[in-house]
């Protein structure tokens, strides 16, 4: 039996994607929402990564990390406000 091991990058990937798919499509309104107010993105990045997920089909934040449009400390606040705000 083989084992797969995950670098630092790739780990930190799959823990965003698990944490992320959570969110499912009728709340991704409101997170697009705080994303733009808290101005983490704007609304050309928005676009960019909408296009993007639907040909990935996956979570908003993952295809937003990917982009580098969000680092690590920009997804810790919006897990933080996801969980605040009860969604």
Not at 8 to 34: R, T
Not at 44 to 50: H, Y
Not at 66 to 84: G, P, T, V, Y
Request: with cysteine; glycine share 4%.
């Amino acid at each position: 039996m083989s084992s797969i091991v995950l670098s630092g990058n790739d780990w930190l990937a799959c823990l965003i994607f698990g944490v992320m798919s959570l969110i499912l499509p009728p709340h991704q309104g409101k997170l697009e929402e705080y994303l733009l107010a808290a101005r983490i993105i704007n609304r050309e990045q928005l676009d960019v990564a909408k296009r993007m997920q639907l040909r990935q089909e996956a979570p908003l934040l993952m295809v937003l990390y990917q982009l580098s449009f969000i680092d690590i400390q920009q997804f810790s606040q919006i897990l933080d406000w996801w969980l605040q705000a009860g969604l």
